[in-house]
């Protein structure tokens, strides 16, 4: 059998796994929920002469920032430090099975997760809309857009969460390090960035690094992406009114998402090979 | 998948050293395992069984000294083909069944899943097939372990603590499926802690101690090496039993008996010296060194060895 094989039967159990301890379920589940909650409490911007699901997709972008990271770590921290700390791991190890294909394999699972979960989320929302508002067809074309790149985003952070977890000795510590960095990309660094800007008060770091700093950020990357997508036809405010500003295209914020998955697989293969189950 | 000759040992340990910090986990450890040969490897908790395994199965390298399995390299993709391993306490996803654990185990060893399902018939577990892992006992766990292990007619089956926490029914059927899997070819190397349980069931034994191997042969030239004494209870007669004892030295335990030991070598010498004072003699008891005295000698020895 060829590692593609192997690395699929890898990812079909992972899949399996996530599915029976209701991860699958839980995580459509709540998305779903914000993703309604978002497109309705938007509808007030109606008179903007924006489309419903244009409005919808400023909110969830927004939003998403936060969410699919959370998920996407939650589901991934315990991957590899869980199944070692539980033994099943030494088993698998023993196999004729490539290191890489094993980590790759367990990432696809679980983005495979994440894949069913937002575009669920996003297709009852959208549908909903329509069905209450009518057709809004460049809105619909923000909202594929903003699938594709959430799960973009998503598998940045599943790859962030199993170089946690190949690299923390116990399941216990990869989830405490995977709150810390959900809290530092989402919250801590946003805010030091403010910081920055309010001290520096317009000076060299507001106007040459700045743009290269909030891009650097996976989430505020895929924020920049989108709502420059948007062009204009929502309203938008604080960090994300920067991407209208950026003195490149907001295509390199893509460019950076993909930088992020390949860093964060590239250190997490580095590290299961010197993995001792 | 090659199997090895008798020239051609299918594992091949040759002074192999393993350190953690400045504890010697293993230091020249050396013994070949030949194909179709069943060996225990004894030894206390933390004698270096399981490092010994580590190594074999290419998780750890040793520090000084070779392991080859089936000619290559532990870990590499060759090695990992030729053999399976069974851990101690084996572990499997809770929410996933018998077979599922079993397809997928045969697809990571590159081998079609049809072929690998009816192993769950030969451990006893079809009815149990569908059923989740999370929901079987410990012995169902190690048998479906054993399952896992048998897929693909490995070259080297490595066991480690296979019996433990087995009832003593399933470690019979246990030790049946070692049996015929040995005499297809396959190499077994199983550890044990207890001497007894691996009794009868092992062509040769191996004891660890200390990171040291320290005896390497079959049960029956071990115990002939090691010269333990012979203990002869003699229950005397009525009053009998101050006259035995000046007689014949030894020890006076519960009144009436004389405890003695002597040399394997002087055992049919002094049973008949007995029975000449047959008149004075109820009954003789002989007991023969037991396999945990055969087993604590050895490892006992170097311990000694270590503070001299």
């Keep these: ?277 | 998948m090659t199997a090895g000759t008798a020239q051609n040992p299918i594992l091949k340990i040759d002074g192999v050293g393993v350190t953690f910090a400045d504890l010697k986990a293993l230091q020249d450890v050396s013994f070949n395992v030949e194909p179709g040969e069943k060996l225990a490897l004894l030894g206390h908790n933390g004698a270096g069984k399981s490092t010994l395994f580590k190594c074999v199965l290419g998780f750890l390298k040793p520090a000084a000294g070779r392991i080859t399995v089936a000619g290559d390299a532990p870990g590499s993709d060759h090695a990992r083909r030729s053999v399976s391993y069974l851990p101690e306490q084996v572990a499997f996803p809770r929410m996933l069944t018998g077979i599922e654990i079993i397809t997928y185990f045969a697809k990571l060893k590159s081998v079609d899943p049809r072929e690998a399902l009816p192993l769950l018939d030969l451990v006893g577990l079809s009815q149990a097939g569908r059923r989740r892992v999370g929901d079987y006992s410990k012995g169902m766990r190690q048998r479906l372990g054993l399952a896992q292990a048998l897929i693909g007619k490995p070259d080297l089956l490595l066991l480690d603590e296979p019996t433990s926490g087995l009832d003593p029914v399933s470690r019979r059927e246990f030790y049946e499926i070692i049996d015929r899997v040995a005499q297809e070819g396959a190499a077994v190397l199983l550890s044990s802690h207890a001497l007894t349980e691996v009794e009868g069931h092992v062509d040769r034994i191996a004891i660890l101690s200390k990171g040291r191997l320290v005896a390497d042969g079959n049960i029956k030239a071990l115990a002939e090496a090691a010269r333990l004494p012979i203990t002869i209870r003699i229950k005397a007669r009525e009053g009998q039993a101050d006259a035995l004892s000046d007689r014949f030295g030894g020890t006076r335990i519960n009144g009436r008996s004389v405890e003695l030991s002597c040399e394997p070598g002087a055992k049919i010498d002094l049973v008949s010296r007995l029975t000449q004072r047959r008149e004075e003699i109820d009954d003789i008891d002989i007991a023969l060194p037991s396999l945990d005295d055969i087993y604590r000698f050895y490892s006992n020895r170097a311990e000694k060895g270590d503070a001299a």
Excluded at chain 1, 7 to 34: D, P, Q, Y
Excluded at chain 1, 36 to 64: D, P, Q, R, V
Excluded at chain 1, 238 to 246: F, K, R
């Design chain 1, 1 to 277: 059998m060829s590692p593609f094989t192997k690395l699929l039967a890898v990812a079909s159990i992972e899949f399996r796994v996530a599915l029976r301890n209701r991860w699958l379920i839980l995580a459509t589940g709540v998305m779903t929920l914000f993703s309604l909650a978002l497109t309705f409490s938007g509808a007030g911007g109606l008179e903007l002469k924006a489309g419903i699901l244009t409005l919808a997709a400023a909110s969830l972008a927004t939003l998403s920032v936060y969410l699919i990271p959370l998920i996407a770590l939650l589901i991934s921290y315990d991957s590899i430090a869980g199944e070692v700390e539980r033994g099943t791991m030494a088993l698998v190890l023993a196999t004729p099975i490539s290191r890489g294909a094993l980590l790759a394999g367990k990432a696809l699972g679980l983005i495979a997760v994440l894949a069913i979960a937002i575009a669920a989320s996003l297709t009852i929302s959208s549908a909903a809309a329509i069905f209450a508002y009518g057709m809004d067809m460049s809105g619909l074309a923000a909202i594929v857009r903003l699938g594709l790149t959430g799960l973009l985003l998503g598998a940045v952070f599943v790859a962030i969460g199993m170089m946690i977890s190949v690299a923390s000795p116990r399941a216990g510590q990869a989830a405490a390090v995977a709150i810390g960095v959900w809290l530092v990309a989402t919250v801590l660094y946003d805010l030091a960035l403010l910081a920055g800007i309010l001290a520096d008060k317009e000076g060299v770091f507001t106007k040459a690094l700045f743009p290269y700093f909030v891009t650097a950020n996976p989430g505020d990357a895929f924020r920049i992406f989108n709502l420059a997508g948007l062009e204009n036809a929502a309203p938008v405010s604080g960090l994300d009114g920067i991407a209208n500003t950026l003195p490149f295209s907001a295509t390199y914020a893509l460019v950076g998402l993909f930088a992020w998955l390949v860093a964060a697989l590239a250190a997490g293969y580095f590290q299961i090979r010197r993995l001792t189950p």
